[in-house]
């Protein structure tokens, strides 16, 4: 089965859970993949309608005189104050946000995936999960890529005991997506052929200023080796994990995803990466996308 653009759209909008969720999004026309998830700058030019650089224009943000707020970009700080900011003046709730992140990064590895596998199958994506929030929106996306027509593994070294977390996981399960707590081998993965690996390790609240504590930096090294060996599309969501959020790959890792994707606004490290960049989770109320030098339309 592999759906083309527009029966994948009336198939899904045949479904409750998706017609409330775009209503947050704007998603109610065919076209609404390219509006909720922006491609930005360093994309071709055909698609490209968010150019991360002309933010630049954006004015002054009143939050404070720091410069990165003046570009459209994020620092750590910021954007931790910003989530903060989002649960508690309009009252978005954690699950509200999640569901959104997570629905963007399905979105943006079913633009960068496209439809099936070779030989009819349907295309492999392995969702490598961390500990916090950002493992969480790649919990969410599995769930929506398998309703994409996707074939779904996850991977959760350290599953939260956090009951939002629990039923994350237990809506998976329900999916009929596998569930692991460590990688799959070399020898695992050669059988079962991964075409994306989506590293939802670490987001905005890495410490870059600690070495990757394990599992994680064992579990980093697998997906490069994925990445380089089974030649895998490696998509990272928010930041790409053990980069710090401002600087970047400071400590050498040399973890190059192919592809990013930013939610609400790209970080400080972001203009360092030189792949394909996706700005996803555009929904801030304008007071908020302004005060904060968010530019939130294409
Ligand atoms: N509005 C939005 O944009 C939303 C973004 N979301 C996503 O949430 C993350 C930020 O989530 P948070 O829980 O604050 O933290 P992280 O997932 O980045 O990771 C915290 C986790 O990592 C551990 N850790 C930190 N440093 C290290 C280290 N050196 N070695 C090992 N482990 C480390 C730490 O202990 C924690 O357990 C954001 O980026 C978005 O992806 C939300 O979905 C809400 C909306
Ligand atoms: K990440």
Same mark, same amino acid.
Request: hydrophobic share 40%; charged share 15%; net charge neutral.
């Given at each position: ?41 360093? *994309? ?5 309608? %968010?150019? /991360? ?9 009143? =939050? ?27 009252? %978005? ?11 963007? &990064?399905?979105?943006? &590895? ?26 969480? !929106? ?15 593994? *996850? ?8 009951? =939002?977390? &629990? ?20 020898? !695992? ?5 991964? !075409?994306? /690996?989506?590293?939802? *390790? #670490?987001?905005?609240? #890495? ?27 490696? *998509? ?12 970047? !790959?400071?400590?050498?890792?040399? #973890? ?16 360092? #990466? ?13 007071? /908020? ?10």
């Amino acid at each position: 089965f592999t759906p083309t653009l527009s029966t994948l759209w009336s198939k899904l909008l045949t479904r409750r859970h998706f017609v409330l969720t775009t209503s947050s999004f704007s998603l109610l026309l065919p076209s609404a993949l390219s509006h909720s998830v922006c491609p930005s700058s360093s *994309i071709t030019a055909k698609t490209s309608s %968010f150019d /991360i650089a002309k933010t630049s224009s954006l004015p002054a943000s009143k =939050h404070s005189t720091d410069m990165s707020l003046q570009t459209g970009y994020l620092n750590a700080r910021d954007a931790a104050a910003l989530d903060a900011e989002l649960m508690s003046t309009p009252g %978005f709730s954690l699950e509200q946000l999640m569901e959104l992140a997570g629905l963007a &990064v399905a979105e943006a &590895v079913y633009l960068v995936g496209g439809e099936g596998g070779g030989g009819g199958r349907k295309k492999r994506v392995l969702l490598v999960c961390g500990p916090g929030n950002n493992g969480g !929106d790649g919990l969410v996306a599995a769930r929506h890529l398998v309703h994409f027509g996707f074939d779904a593994t *996850i991977v959760y070294p350290k599953p939260s005991s956090k009951p =939002h977390f &629990v039923n994350l996981v237990k809506q998976c399960e329900d999916m009929n997506i596998p569930v692991l707590l460590a990688m799959p081998s070399e020898v !695992d993965a050669e059988q079962n052929k991964y !075409d994306i /690996i989506v590293d939802a *390790i #670490f987001g905005f609240s #890495f410490d870059s200023t600690s070495k990757i504590r394990e599992p994680f930096a064992t579990v980093i090294s697998k997906m490069i080796q994925l990445q380089k060996n089974q030649n895998a599309t490696l *998509i990272s969501v928010d930041v790409p994990s053990g980069w710090d959020v401002d600087g970047g !790959d400071l400590t050498g890792l040399n #973890f190059h995803p192919d592809v990013l994707i930013s939610l609400t606004a790209p970080k400080m490290s972001a203009k360092k #990466f030189l792949g394909r960049h996706f700005v996803g989770g555009r929904f801030l109320p304008p007071v /908020i996308a302004e005060k904060y030098g968010v530019q939130v339309s294409c």
